[in-house]
């Protein structure tokens, strides 16, 4: 109890002091001080797993060591830290590693834009670009959509309670149903072709259509291969330049480095963001095929597109992806994770009714939306912290640092189990006593 009260004690001056838009300090109600690849510590030495990994950017863990030591020489060598957008060597060896160790062997072609360093001022960007080449305004999007805050993308994204903040109206957008959003049997891509193609449909022909292959906020929904291919080629027929918004499943997040490699699909512009600085820095790229790059100098800018350390980190990060190791260990824990919660949907059958996800982003959809809060709320009593997902949060994620140590995974999942015991078997043991008396 004293720790309780000494946990919010020391919430006090955020309370008082920060906006009420906050979010997870109202869900994770301590003090962080500590952290250490999967590991967090808050002010009163308690120690949690991190299943959450900083909403995707922590990929690499907290303070990674071979990217902190990368880090610390380049200060200690007075490297640069601001540039907007001039040469420095740190770009410049980012630049050349990241065509040396991802794109040149998935024989892919981008140029590199560095917008603001965060995702959504990466998905403006790519907006705006595919605009810029086409001419058009309107944009396809998806049901369930997530691609940020600020004006154009949240005109993508399908959230009412998001996009009730913004005050303004948010045109030039439309939503089409995404993969599976009418039920397995119906191919959504056809609703797409036929819109397009039919001249009474009310829809403009898009400049782009933008889309994630896994949807993580919206509730870890998975596009088949087939229908991303079919999307690919619908935008081919019509000229649309097609965008894919990687900015939280990319960087290995569903097991290969870009989240649509398995399709074999090739998109006009990717955006990147979150783990692609390595270290939690704020860095976003916004990928462009040469051709599409029509940008006037200065044209679309931002002043800390030229964040070094950034540049630095990314640079060492990259290094995970020289090999395969990483790629084999994602998806050893990806079935460790699935083998777990397939496990628990099994038992809990009247409450859990869904497996979503691949790769280290997997989670459970609950019968009852609430009971998925409940289970993040109990877990981070029990010293595991993560999130939920989906239209009415209905989907508890599980969605570690790809770093994270086998036995410190298994752990994780042993609470989840434990905590959802605690919900559901003493429940029933309570209506059974019930009943027998």
């Given amino acids: 109890m004293k720790q309780v009260q000494e946990k919010a004690s020391s919430l006090q001056v955020f309370d008082q002091m920060e906006s009420e838009v906050r979010s997870y300090i109202r869900s994770f109600q301590t003090v962080f001080k500590k952290a250490s690849n999967a590991k ?25 060591e071979g990217i902190r030591n990368k880090l610390v020489q380049y200060l200690m060598d007075d490297g640069i830290t601001h540039s907007l ?20 062997p998935r024989k892919l072609q981008y140029k590199i834009m560095f917008p603001g360093p965060t995702g959504t001022n990466s998905v403006e960007s790519a907006m705006k670009t595919a605009r810029k080449v086409t001419g058009r305004k309107n944009i396809i999007s998806f049901t369930n959509a997530f691609h940020g805050m600020s004006l154009g993308s949240l005109a993508a994204t399908g959230n009412s309670f998001k996009r009730g903040g913004a005050g303004v109206s948010l045109p030039d957008t439309t939503f089409v149903p995404y993969d599976g959003y009418l039920g397995g049997s119906v191919d959504t891509s056809m609703i797409l072709d036929k819109l397009l193609d039919d001249p009474g449909s009310g829809v403009d022909l898009p400049a782009a259509v933008i889309l994630e292959t896994l949807q993580g906020e919206g509730g870890l929904n998975e596009a088949s291969v087939d ?50 600085g390595g270290y939690g820095l704020p860095m976003a790229l916004t990928l462009i095929k040469p051709e599409y790059d029509v940008w006037n100098p200065g044209e679309h800018n931002g002043t800390f597109r030229g964040n070094n350390l950034g540049f630095v980190a990314a640079t060492e990060a990259l290094s995970y992806w020289k090999d395969d190791e990483l790629e084999r260990k994602i998806a050893a824990d990806a079935e460790i994770i699935r083998t777990a919660l397939q496990g628990l949907k099994a038992k809990y059958s009247s409450h859990i009714v869904e497996l979503r996800g691949k790769g280290l982003i997997q989670g459970l959809v609950f019968k009852k939306a609430d009971d998925a809060s409940r289970l993040s709320k109990e877990a981070f009593k029990h010293g595991v912290i993560m999130e939920t997902s989906g239209a009415h949060d209905e989907v508890a994620k599980v969605m570690p640092p790809l770093t994270i140590e086998k036995s410190l995974l298994q752990e994780g999942l042993a609470r989840i189990e434990e905590v959802l ?17």
């Avoid at 957008?85 to 040149?104: P, Q, S, Y």
């Avoid at 006009?268 to 979150?274: F, G, N």
């Avoid at 429940?427 to 059974?432: C, G, L, Y």
């Fill in 421 to 437: 015991s605690d919900m559901y078997d003493s429940t029933a043991s309570k209506v059974q006593a019930k009943a027998r008396a």
């Fill in 40 to 64: 967090l510590w808050d002010k009163n030495g308690t120690e949690y797993i991190d299943f959450f990994a900083g909403a995707g950017s922590l990929n690499y863990g907290h303070n990674n």
């Fill in 85 to 104: 957008d001039m040469a420095t060597e740190a770009k410049e060896t980012f630049l050349v590693r990241f065509n040396e160790i991802i794109l040149e």
């Fill in 227 to 276: 229908w991303l291919q079919r999307i690919e080629a619908i935008c081919r027929k019509h000229g649309i330049l097609l965008i894919v918004d990687d900015v939280q499943m990319g960087c290995g997040r569903t097991g290969t480095f870009f989240s649509f490699e398995e399709a074999g699909i090739e998109p006009d512009i990717v955006c990147l963001s979150k783990s692609i």
